[in-house]
């Protein structure tokens, strides 16, 4: 059985609070969870649409390459925020309860 740690990290509010990620409500978590997705499949259109803004044929080539790579396999939400991965730990340790070891 897998063993999901407590996830301590701290998150800011909309209001500018901070909330540890473990104190949160569950539907706290969720609707944050549900938020960071809209957000990146947001960020995923607009990478999609924006007009390159580099000027250099290698920066140029890269964001090209960026653009065709969320063109094809989208944007994971961990890539738009670092504590997307913590979030979906949190929910599943809630899930599955805390692991007793033997």
């Known amino acids: 059985m897998l063993k999901y740690k407590k996830q301590t990290k ?3 509010c909309k209001d500018g609070s901070w909330i540890r990620i473990c104190d949160m409500t569950d539907s706290h ?3 944050t969870i549900a938020f960071l997705e809209r957000h990146t499949k947001m960020v ?3 990478l999609v649409i924006a007009p390159n803004p580099f000027n250099g044929d290698i920066a140029s080539d890269l964001f090209d390459q960026r653009q ?7 944007l994971d939400p961990s890539e738009v925020c670092a504590y997307y991965d913590n979030f ?3 929910q599943e340790r809630r ?3 805390p692991c007793k070891i033997k």
């Open 68 to 74: 065709d790579d969320v063109l094809e396999n989208g």
């Open 44 to 46: 995923e259109e607009m």
């Open 29 to 31: 978590l969720r609707n």
């Open 10 to 12: 701290l998150w800011t």
């Open 95 to 97: 899930k599955h309860g």
């Open 88 to 90: 979906i730990i949190e």
